[in-house]
């Protein structure tokens, strides 16, 4: 590859190690870009995205980017269940720089900053503490960015940079504890072992207020689904923050550190960053709102069984279903309209796996003549109900506008 | 149930008793119930696949493919919208204030150019 290289003076070696990899990695990526395609359905486009069977522990993915990897989970999985696997699990890192050996006897992850007894913990120690488990979804900030009118930039998903497993692993309140929490602590921030390529560029960490920490629910995760997390999904460690999205959720997690102050490192503090209003919504190009971290995930609702365009049969029984989930909390209710959100009527849920996780959600409609929309609207425990309209701001984060599916009836 | 586990016998696996009949209902965090099977962390070393994709040639290319794909591969760049001149030079300064990529006003100037030229837009947002 005749390639000059400008960054030799100033990256790591490292960086430069993972940057173009040797004949056979050149070898894998032209493979994956000869690969089938997809489309998503994203205004204005671009909509075609090459399939990918390249990541390792990964079947077939939607390629957003090789490097560091986006890569979405298509779509008709959703219908399968209410579990997404852990090889067609949504994967999203922010630095190119990510250990591909992780060897569990060495593996530590460190509790430092406000302890009384700062910690270094090997796996053992870690799966030692009493065992806990939970279903949760894990949804990106910026899910269904690509759908934002108008277009914003970032990683151009459609609906499926989300996933639900169930976490298996330990509360993070049990580690903290057996550090001791000293007085006057407030955050605790969380790192990986992921770098930036360059020097100087801010490591990706994330911070959350000690209660919030110390609640029993935020986890550390040692296995999704049953099984120890994909590489590309945060092995050997991962934070699981129940109810909150997914930038929260640190991969490969290696450092917990307890601050006695506000965390005013760069991805806590100013990115992924949303408008304080209702919905996280702003005008295009409004000025001086006020802005604050990205928290808890609101309600959304999905048709999984009938993609948009579908042909249906006039006067038959058409079983229609899908997914929800409730956000920050459970589902309540799913409803379905087919009038335009004139008339709503209930869904029947199927079985409840836990309130931070998907719920399935099945009706039958009988479709006439002419042209058809399918409507579904979630409203969680808290009464939070999908928007009708969609929510805008400038980072594509928190979009859950009511999804309208159109079928065409012969 | 607090177990205390040792190390597995095989190097580089760590064994600990899970339970994976899953704890249904509505409560959020349960201990898990017997009956528990193993489940063993295994070590693993794996290959990440690298991109050899560039950007289309014209003028400027040169420029974006030099100072851009050290840090992320071009596929993410190809697949953004159509955006106005500004929003990419939001982008492009972002990466060398925010995230530290070392680009020469010239090189900065040739790329929100090129990608402007590849990718803009004229609507008035964002």
């Given at each position: ?55 390792p522990e ?40 990510i250990p591909t050996d992780v060897n569990v006897d060495t593996f530590r992850l ?12 090997s796996l ?68 990986g072992q992921d ?27 040692y ?5 120890q997390l994909p590489l590309v999904n945060g092995f050997p460690l991962r ?12 991969k490969m997690l290696s ?156 | ?11 580089g696996a760590v ?26 962390l295994k070590s693993i070393s794996v290959?990440l ?78």
């Amino acid at each position: 590859m005749a390639f000059y290289d400008p960054f030799a003076r100033s990256v790591t070696r490292r960086g430069l190690l993972g940057q173009f990899g040797t004949a056979s990695a050149a070898l894998i990526s032209a493979r994956s870009w000869a690969a089938a395609t997809t489309s998503l359905p994203l205004p204005g486009g671009p909509t075609e995205r090459a399939l990918t069977k390249d990541f390792p522990e990964k079947g077939e993915m939607i390629l957003q980017r090789t490097r560091p990897p986006l890569l979405e989970t298509p779509f008709d999985i959703f219908d399968k269940g209410v579990f997404t696997p852990n090889d067609r699990f949504f994967v999203r890192w922010h630095w190119a720089v990510i250990p591909t050996d992780v060897n569990v006897d060495t593996f530590r992850l460190t509790v430092h900053g406000t302890v009384n007894a700062p910690l270094s913990l090997s796996l053992s120690d870690v799966m030692s503490l009493p065992r806990v488990q939970l279903a949760a979804v894990n949804q990106c900030s910026g899910n269904s960015r690509g759908f934002f009118q108008p277009r914003v930039a970032g990683g151009e998903w459609a609906n499926g940079a989300m996933g639900n497993a169930k976490w298996m692993g330990v509360r993070l309140k049990d580690v903290l504890d057996r550090a001791g929490v000293k007085a006057g602590a407030q955050r605790v921030r969380f790192a990986g072992q992921d770098d930036p390529v360059v020097d100087g560029a801010p490591k990706f960490m994330k911070s959350i207020d000690i209660d919030h920490a110390r609640d029993g629910e935020v986890m550390i995760a040692y296995a999704m689904n049953g099984a120890q997390l994909p590489l590309v999904n945060g092995f050997p460690l991962r934070l699981v923050v129940p109810g909150w999205y997914s930038t929260y959720w640190v991969k490969m997690l290696s450092s917990i550190e307890v601050l006695d102050g506000p965390d005013d490192n760069y991805w806590t503090k100013t990115a992924y960053t949303i408008p304080d209003t209702p919905g996280a919504n702003m005008k295009p190009g409004e000025a001086n709102v006020k802005m604050v971290p990205i928290n808890r995930m609101v309600p959304r609702s999905f048709v999984t069984n009938l993609r948009d365009g579908t042909t249906v049969h006039a006067g038959a029984d058409t079983p229609v279903r899908g997914i929800a989930f409730g956000g920050s909390t459970g589902v309540k209710t799913v409803e379905v309209s087919t009038d335009g959100a004139m008339s709503w009527r209930p869904a029947e849920l199927g079985a409840d796996e836990g309130k931070y996780g998907f719920r399935q959600w099945s009706t039958r409609l009988t479709p006439a003549a002419g042209d058809m929309t399918v409507m579904a609207r979630c409203t969680n425990t808290d009464g939070l109900v999908q928007p009708a309209t969609p929510n805008w701001n400038s980072s594509g984060f928190m979009r859950n506008v009511i999804e309208t599916t159109h079928l065409r009836v012969i | 149930m607090p177990m205390v586990l040792g190390k597995g016998a095989a190097v580089g696996a760590v064994a600990a008793n899970l339970a994976l009949a899953f704890a249904g209902g509505s409560e959020a965090v349960a201990q898990a119930p017997s009956p528990a099977i193993g489940l063993t962390l295994k070590s693993i070393s794996v290959e990440l696949p690298s991109s050899d994709r560039m950007f289309p040639a014209g003028p400027g290319s040169e420029a974006v493919n030099n100072n851009c794909l050290a840090c992320h591969s071009a596929g993410m760049v190809l697949n953004q919208p159509a955006l106005t001149k500004a929003a990419w030079s939001a982008e492009v300064h972002k990466m060398i204030t925010v995230y530290k990529a070392p680009v020469s006003d010239e090189d900065a100037a040739a790329i929100v150019a090129y990608l402007t030229r590849l990718k803009g837009s004229s609507s008035p947002h964002p």
